[in-house]
């Protein structure tokens, strides 16, 4: 079998895919890859790990050939409030590495996963079910690389005949490693704060509905498109996909269900990540993905709070 190489391994979404990836195909068949070097990567230690900046084409290319690789989950990339902060960069990583993965899968025959985001759209798209088609206008140096990116994807499957397939990700939430830069990040920090201080002071205002996934309904949505029948995907370049929707005062109603004396405040919000969740819809519909591959994520706000908590506080991040 042709190996999966993993980019951006050691982030958010990497860390909990690779042991998903080998758990499925075997440690052998998966290579872990990423920007940083860490003396030990505990989650991916059992399989190779390779030090890769995607900006490096060639590196890419080398890679690929020297691993055989078959699939590439594309991973790495610039979240929307720090790409904002840094616009050359997020371009340079964003649409540079997607580029070189691209090439190398055209060249070395691979099928590629690419991640795009809620973000792909704009304050012009619908914000109540925004459709699977519809506007794409948006903002964000962020949302300009998704919404690009999809297009590149969609190219290179009609073009070059390469097997491209990508989501429309929500806000992830998760306890293994922290996301890095996102403006759905607070639904990560609040579960770490409510467990360790029952206080939480929120970067978004109360009432800022978005639609948010659970990492495990996210690894598993990955993975399903991945091996889902080509004859059956229209959309290819990107899914909507959803598993919940909330505000943060409905988030922290339901932590307070667990932790009465949880109290979230909102005298510190950022104007910068506030202004980038107005810009994206309040829900999405995923009619497509769920009729187009079966998308049927398994957890709800309850669901994932209750499991949520129950991760952090055995980290010992909890009271
Ligand atoms: C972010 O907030 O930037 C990401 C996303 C929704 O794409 N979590």
């Keep these: 079998m042709r190996k999966i190489l ?10 909990e895919l690779v042991p998903a990836l080998s758990a499925r195909y ?27 900046d995607c900006t490096d084409i060639p590196a890419i290319h080398n890679l690929v050939q020297r691993h055989d690789i078959g699939a590439i989950y594309h991973l790495a990339s610039l979240l929307s409030a720090v790409a904002e902060e840094k616009p050359q960069a997020a371009w340079n990583l964003n649409m540079g590495g997607l580029y070189g993965v691209l090439e190398s899968a055209r060249e070395h025959h691979c099928q590629v996963f690419a991640p795009s985001s809620i973000g792909a759209f704009g304050p012009s798209t619908p914000p109540d079910l925004a459709p699977q088609v519809t506007t794409q206008r948006p903002n964000t140096i962020y949302g300009v690389t998704k919404v690009a990116g999809e297009l590149l994807c969609d190219y290179y499957h009609s073009r070059f005949g390469v097997d491209t397939r990508g989501l429309r990700l929500p806000g992830l939430i998760s306890h293994i490693a922290p996301p890095g830069g996102g403006t759905t990040d607070y639904a990560v920090e609040i579960f770490h704060q409510a467990a360790r201080y029952r206080h939480y002071s929120c970067f978004l205002e109360a009432d800022t509905r978005l639609d948010m996934m659970y990492m495990p309904d996210a690894i598993a949505g990955m993975i399903e498109l991945m091996e889902a029948d080509p004859n059956r995907l229209i959309d290819r370049n990107a899914f909507n996909v959803t598993a919940m929707n909330f505000t943060p005062d409905e988030l922290a109603a339901e932590i307070r269900t667990h932790i009465p004396d949880f109290v979230i405040e909102y005298d510190d919000v950022d104007p910068a990540r506030q202004a980038i969740a107005l810009s994206w819809p309040r829900r999405i519909d995923d009619t497509a993905a769920r009729e187009q591959w079966g998308w049927s994520p398994k957890f709800d706000l309850a669901h994932m709070t209750r499991d949520m908590l129950d991760k952090v506080r055995a980290r010992g991040h909890g009271a």
């Excluded at 993993?6 to 860390?15: H, K, M, N």
């Design 6 to 15: 993993v980019t951006g391994a050691l982030g958010q979404i990497g860390a």
């Design 26 to 52: 075997g440690a052998d068949a998966v290579v872990a890859s990423d920007l940083r070097m860490l003396a030990r990567a505990p989650d991916v230690e059992a399989g190779a790990f390779e030090h890769l």
